[in-house]
T-cell receptor
Framework: QQQVKQSPQSLIVQKGGISIINCAYE??????FPWYQQFPGKGPALLIA?????SEKKEGRFTISFNKSAKQFSLHIMDSQPGDSATYFC???????????FGSGTKLNVKP | DAGVTQSPTHLIKTRGQQVTLRCSPI?????VSWYQQVLGQGPQFIFQ???????GRGNFPDRFSARQFPNYSSELNVNALLLGDSALYLC?????????????FGSGTRLTVV
């Protein structure tokens, strides 16, 4: 059973637009929800993360919205730029065990 | 500061062979985790080590094994390679088990089994 489900699989956005990627999780024990950005040939890099005691976290152009009751969280990229073109992964983990469950990824293409 | 270093970057092996992948964590990081990323999918957890002890194991067969050395570097071994083992193998390090924010990935080793 997939613990974290991510959508859409791919996304095309015009420069300056808003990119939105959604994730849903099953396990209510998860208490840490990071988003990773991965460029071709590179490992994932932490972008932004949230814990379930807050509903939103913003860092620059990147915002996580978290809905605990719906068991969903999303990444919003404001003023999307061609340099944001990458694959984005949501993930979840619980407690101190620190095993990360990753979503299947969203390939974002920001058109100039 | 150097990031997480993995070697080799690319590797081609034949079915049935054995492979060893290496990881050097960021200086001061005591925890190392290994993930397998099949093309087009998200990373899947294989192992976690902290202070040379295994602290977690994912749903992988016993052909997969790992260890961590006193300098906190780590090796991942895969025996009796199958075509399905072809993937990007990622190593991630952090300062300690409680520090999620310090989770840094290397660029990975691309393993191709033919």
């Amino acid at each position: 059973q997939q613990q974290v489900k991510q959508s859409p699989q791919s996304l095309i956005v015009q420069k300056g637009g808003i990119s939105i990627i959604n994730c849903a999780y099953e396990n209510t024990a998860f208490d840490y929800f990071p988003w990773y950005q991965q460029f071709p040939g590179k490992g994932p890099a932490l972008l932004i993360a949230i814990r379930p005691d807050v509903s939103e976290k913003k860092e620059g152009r990147f915002t996580i919205s978290f809905n605990k009751s719906a068991k969903q969280f999303s990444l919003h990229i404001m003023d999307s730029q061609p340099g944001d073109s990458a694959t984005y992964f949501c993930a979840a983990s619980k407690g101190n065990f620190n095993k990360f469950y990753f979503g299947s990824g969203t390939k974002l293409n920001v058109k100039p | 500061d150097a990031g997480v270093t993995q070697s080799p970057t690319h590797l081609i092996k034949t079915r049935g062979q054995q492979v060893t992948l290496r990881c050097s964590p960021i200086s001061g990081h005591k925890s190392v985790s290994w993930y397998q990323q099949v093309l087009g999918q998200g990373p899947q957890f294989i192992f976690q080590y902290y202070e040379k002890e295994e602290r977690g194991r994912g749903n992988f067969p016993d052909r997969f094994s790992a260890r961590q050395f006193p300098n906190y570097s780590s090796e991942l071994n895969v025996n009796a390679l199958l075509l399905g083992d072809s993937a990007l193998y990622l190593c991630a390090s952090r300062t300690d088990l409680n520090n999620n924010y310090g989770y840094t990935f290397g660029s990975g080793t691309r393993l191709t089994v033919v």
